[in-house]
């Protein structure tokens, strides 16, 4: 009962939850964020860590992998069951972690739910931990994130003010058909091409889900499409054949042109009724702030990348200090082969562990793909071949972290199907 306990409480408190360090607004850096991907943020427990965590605020318990239970010698208190998107039922086991730490925040005691196997929130090359659910994005807390800053953050309802100019979505607890969805609740006035739909706002999910029987009055024109989606709940992986891809997207004043859709059937939730789901993929262009207690979310459009670079660097204090940003410099060169693309070598400067370093590319005016460079704790400096398109480019470093993903070469890597490998 002191689990369940726990979970309502911060649900229910007004002001900051219990457990919450002092302060009215707590930040906490993003991993990768110009990415688009997840959000991701490093947690620190018991000192010991970082582990990457995922934010996921529909996640009834924050979820733990295994080998973070065994890192930190946490014994369970007794086992649970989670279900999965298709309400099948699988075991876990329940505990509490004390000294949580995500960015400046502090939480004394979390609620844990232990998944049996490891590495079932892992993503995109990444090792995750983790998923922060709602015992973190509390309900009476305002939550949200800006990938330009590199940051996402929570406020208490006193210290939060609206955004100035911001587009205002409003959220209702009960659907179009008078169905109660308090648990999720949907964005009023949205529409998928023409048709009215009832969508709850999902910030951990990439891609937008809508249930197949509205594909045909949306208008989705459908591709073959192969995706492997998470299920933040129960660590349950579900494969997708197909996407859909709206004509455009419609919430109040909102609109997202071309938006894809997967199919939405999520069998835990028969009883609310809901058409799908909003991922990050429509609210990409926005810096976001969510107030569910007053059922609001506000979009204010993103700054140029330039505008915040000094302060999206700086998000991680051991990069900060460094003489050029992103504790890296690069050159390109002229290929020995005169149909191939440039060369470009990073050299590391100034930071010694893992390193990623994101570059911008632009050419004629016109962007082309961003990649990662992988720079391992071993390795001063890689040098990779571009492909052909990137002859006449000009790049730039417009981010970095101490968090890169997975790399088999000792040298570094290039971290992006458009290149070829290093």
Known sequence: MRYIAAVLAAGCAIGSP???SPGDTWTFPLVDPLS????????TIHGKGPFLFAIDRDAASTMIDPDVAAALGVRALGEIRVDDYDDHSHPAWYAELTDFEVGNLTLSLVPVTILPKPGRFD???RRIHGVLGRTFIADSLVFGFDRDRGIAWLSTQQAFKAPSG???????RVSNAGVKVAWRPVVKEAKVGDTVVDLHPDFSRLTSELAVDKWQASGLAQTEWGLHIVDDSSGEVRDVSKLGIAPHVTVAAAVREHVGFVPYDDKRLWKYKLDGVLGLDFFRP???AADWHHEKIYLTPREDLHASLATRVGRWPELATCEHPGCATFETFASAHPDQGPVLRVVRNGYQGDLEVIMHATKNGAELPSFEVNLPAESAALDAQLEPRYLGASFEIVDASPFPRRCEYIDGCIMKDSLLPP
């Open 286 to 288: 926005y810096k976001v």
């Open 123 to 125: 993503e995109d090359g």
């Open 36 to 43: 688009d991907g997840r959000l991701v943020v490093p947690v």
């Open 166 to 172: 911001a587009t205002e979505l409003a959220l209702d």
């Open 18 to 20: 219990p457990g919450f």
